[in-house]
């Protein structure tokens, strides 16, 4: 079993800045891809970033604001969130994927307001 502990979060001003971080503990050899989803109220959940084996996936709605990044000694995966909008207002969640299970940390909120 993987245990996904996420932190990071909170309240910010539109075109302000968030990081978010997740670590990994537990079963975690063998995590390949890491990636953070994310859950606007009415909303399905969404894939804002993913990262494997170095490369990088990004929503297009993020791509050039958002950077996802990962520390393998760690065991971390971080998402670093600039010129914020009030539509990245969402509960943010942590994903990982091993051996074709994934697990998911347990969410943290996001709101961009003034």
């Known amino acids: 079993q993987v245990q996904l502990v996420q932190a990071g979060g909170g309240l910010v001003q539109p075109g302000g800045s968030l990081r978010l971080s997740c670590v990994a503990r537990?079963?975690?050899?063998?995590?390949?891809?890491m990636g953070w989803y994310r859950q606007a109220p009415g909303a399905e959940r969404e894939l804002v970033a993913i990262?494997?084996?170095?490369?990088?996936t990004y929503a297009e709605s993020v791509k050039g604001r958002f950077t996802i990044s990962r520390d393998n000694a760690k065991n971390t995966v971080y998402l670093q969130m600039n010129s914020l909008k009030p539509e990245d207002t969402a509960v943010y969640y942590c994903?990982?994927?091993?051996?074709?299970?994934?697990?998911w940390g347990q969410g943290t909120q996001v709101t961009v307001s003034s």
């Open positions: 537990g079963s975690i050899f063998g995590i390949n891809a």
């Open positions: 990262i494997n084996s170095g490369t990088t």
């Open positions: 994903n990982v994927q091993r051996y074709g299970v994934g697990y």
